[in-house]
């Protein structure tokens, strides 16, 4: 079956780090464009990383300089490293796929949490 299962999250104070993890089963990531999203209460879901099948990455201003999404196709995963955290990254965590026309349906994510 399709399945997304996000995990790695906690919670950190500031000035931390975390790595997600996003891992596929039912789907071949490693054609396909993958992203990551999160989403904070009261907040819309928001695009955060996005990594092609070539392996271009592209980052939302917020995160640039901090985050790195990385692929391992052998493993049908995509990570997100994600170091100097501020309690504004306090949201879930999602992956899916980059293109609205592969999206699969949302897994749980996974929760980050940023202390100050």
């Known amino acids: 079956q399709v399945q997304l299962v996000e995990s790695g999250g906690g919670l950190v104070q500031a000035g931390g780090s975390l790595r997600l993890s996003c891992a596929a089963s039912?789907?071949?990531?490693?054609?396909?464009?993958v992203a990551w999203y999160r989403q904070a209460p009261g907040n819309q879901r928001e695009v955060v990383a996005r990594?092609?099948?070539?392996?271009?990455?592209v980052y939302a201003d917020s995160v640039k300089g901090r985050f790195t999404i990385t692929r391992d196709n052998p493993k049908n995963t995509v990570y997100l490293q994600m170091n100097s955290l501020k309690p504004e990254d306090t949201a879930v965590y999602y992956c899916?796929?980059?293109?609205?026309?592969?999206?699969?349906?949302w897994g749980q994510g996974t929760q980050v949490t940023v202390s100050s």
């Open positions: 899916n796929a980059d293109s609205p026309n592969r999206r699969l349906p």
């Open positions: 039912g789907i071949i990531f490693s054609i396909n464009a």
């Open positions: 990594i092609t099948s070539g392996g271009s990455t």
